[in-house]
T-cell receptor, first 112, second 112 residues
């Protein structure tokens, strides 16, 4: 059963705490992405990685960090420096030769 | 700077009718234009995509029309069904850069 998994589905944290969101794929895709979605808005790119051990900032990388130590995993850490972290976070992946991105089910993060 | 503008923000259609969602882009370097469908609480799913070398692409009840000179593309959903009720996002990317720029989304409601 191939696909992208994100865990947990819901996550609650206190303000000032760092939190790490998990993203795993078994599609053998080279590239992985993290997006943020706010109510009534489109998706905004946080970070992306096209190969292992390499990643680039997207449009809204401030307050976030990532790692890509394995091809199938691309965890996102929301740090205490992110001013408005409450959002729906989506992970996606694609193969190297085209732009077709496939999304995971998302993690809804609430910070109070 | 919003590079992909999507309209309308919301759309209500009767069952069996045609749903039309429009997007306009600014960057002439964009060369891949996908549409995604998202149900509440779920990740977006790739619906259909087009490249600028064709003016139209059809898959089942879904058709993309592309106007390169006007820098516009649209999604047509024929014979709309209540199960099509979802949020639809257009997006665009350019060249080897795989990050997608998304429109703001259209919430479609198909009345039974």
């Amino acid at each position: 059963d191939g696909g992208i998994t994100q865990s947990p589905k819901y996550l609650f944290r206190k303000e000032g705490q760092n939190v790490t969101l998990s993203c795993e794929q078994n599609l053998n895709h080279d590239a992985m992405y993290w997006y943020r979605q706010d109510p009534g808005q489109g998706l905004r790119l946080i970070y992306y990685s096209q190969i292992v051990n390499d990643f680039q900032k997207g449009d809204i990388a401030e307050g976030y960090s990532v790692s890509r130590e394995k091809k199938e995993s691309f965890p996102l850490t929301v740090t205490s420096a992110q001013k408005n972290p409450t959002a729906f976070y989506l992970c996606a992946s694609s193969i190297a030769s085209n732009n077709e991105q496939y999304f995971g089910p998302g993690t809804r993060l609430t910070v109070t | 700077q919003q590079q992909v503008k999507q309209s309308p923000q919301s759309l209500i259609v009767q069952k069996g009718g045609i749903s039309i969602i429009n997007c306009a882009y600014e960057n002439t370097a964009f060369d891949y234009f996908p549409w995604y469908q998202q149900f509440p609480g779920k990740g977006p799913a790739l619906l259909i995509a087009i490249r600028p070398d064709v003016s139209e692409k059809k898959e089942g009840r879904f058709t993309i029309s592309f106007n390169k000179s006007a820098k516009q593309f649209s999604l047509h959903i024929m014979d709309s069904q209540p199960g099509d009720s979802a949020t639809y996002f257009c997006a665009a990317s350019k060249g080897s850069a795989r990050q997608l720029t998304f429109g703001s989304g259209t919430q479609l409601t198909v009345l039974p």
